[in-house]
C-alpha cells in the first residue's frame, strides 16, 4: 500500500501504539506541570502515582510543562525532562506532548526544544514543518490488536501563547485590537489554532482514512480551550456537564472554527484541554465530549486539592464512544 506523503512522517513512530489484546487502550493526561529541575516533590509523586494506579499504554502531557526563564539552556531542558519524563520512560511506556503558553515564553529555538523532547527513547511526538504554525502538531496512529489498521488516533495541536505575537498581514496588532466593553463568555487575550494548522489536521486526516480505507475516530489535545467549552460552562444540564468549572474561561481572542471543523471531519470524538487550573470538566456538546484534564502541578496553595489528571478508555470495537475518568492526587499520595 502507498502511504500519501502527509502520513509519512507520522505513521509509524518510533514506538508502534497498539490495542492490547483485549481491545482496550487507555490514555492518561497530564497537563499544567509548571514545574523546573527544581520542582515541588508532589508533582512527581503524583504523576508516578497516577501512572502505577492506571496502567495508560500512553500518556498525553498538555502544555505548560516547563515554567524555566525565558533564557534558558538546552542543558536546563534536559535536566528537566530528565525528571519529569522519569515516570513514563522508567515504565516504558509511550508519551507524546504539545507545548502551552508557558513553554513559549521560553525564547529557545522551538524546533531545537522540539528535538531534544523527541529524543526520549519513549517520546513519540511529531512536528510539523515549515508552513504548519506551532511545532507541536502530531497524529499518533493507534493500530488494531491484530495490527491490521489504524483503529485510532491521537492529534495534537499547538495553541501558541499571547494573540499579539501572532503576526498579521494588515500589521495591527490582535490584543490591542481586540478589545471591547462586552465580549463573548471565554473570549481573552490568548492565541488561538491557526488555519494552517486545521488544514493540515483536515487533510491529514483524509488522506489517514483512504489509507486505511474508513474514517479513524480520534482524540484531540491541545493546552488553551477553544470557545465552545464555555458553552458547556454555560448551559451545565444541557451538556451533562460533570466536574469542576470553577474557573472563568480563558479561551483564544478569536474563534478559530476548530470545532465547526472537527465536526465537518466527524473523526475528532473528544478533545481535551488543559490551561484552566481549576476547572476539570467533562461535557458533551454536539456529541463531541469537550474536556478539561485539571492541573497536576503542585504550587504550595489551596488549590492543590484539584490536581488530578484526565483517563480515556477506548474500547477498539467501539471507538466511538470514549469513556474518561478522573484521579486525583490525593488518591495515590
Known sequence: MTTPDLLKPYLFPKKILKFRENGSFKICCFSDLHQTSDYHPN????????????????????????????????????????????????????????????DHDILMDRRLMQSVFESYPNCVSAHTEEGVDGVSNFLLPIRSSDDSRVAFAVWGLDTHNLSDRLKLRSGINLRAAHT??????????????????????????????????????????????????????????????????LETLFSGSLNSGLFSTV??????????????????????YCGVKLCFDGAIGFRGTDADIHRCARIFEINEQATETINTHLVYAKEVL
Open 43 to 102: 508533582t512527581l509523586a503524583a504523576m508516578h502515582g497516577i501512572i502505577e494506579k492506571e496502567q495508560p499504554d500512553l500518556v498525553l502531557l498538555g502544555g505548560d510543562l516547563w515554567n524555566e526563564t525565558p533564557d534558558a539552556t538546552v542543558e536546563q531542558l534536559r535536566e528537566f525532562l530528565d525528571i519529569f519524563s522519569a515516570p513514563m520512560e522508567t515504565r516504558g511506556i509511550p508519551w507524546a506532548h504539545v507545548y502551552g503558553n508557558h
Open 180 to 245: 471591547a466593553p462586552d465580549l463573548p463568555y471565554g473570549t481573552s487575550h490568548w492565541d488561538f489554532v491557526h488555519f494552517n494548522q486545521l488544514r493540515w489536521y483536515y487533510n491529514t486526516s483524509e488522506a489517514l482514512e483512504a489509507y486505511n480505507g474508513t474514517p479513524v475516530d480520534a482524540l484531540m489535545l491541545m493546552h488553551a480551550p477553544i470557545l465552545e467549552f464555555g458553552i458547556c460552562m454555560k448551559n451545565p444540564e444541557r451538556t451533562s456537564l460533570e466536574g469542576d468549572a
Open 263 to 284: 465536526l465537518q471531519r466527524g473523526d475528532v470524538r473528544a478533545i481535551v484541554s488543559g490551561h484552566m487550573h481549576e476547572d476539570n470538566f467533562a461535557a458533551d
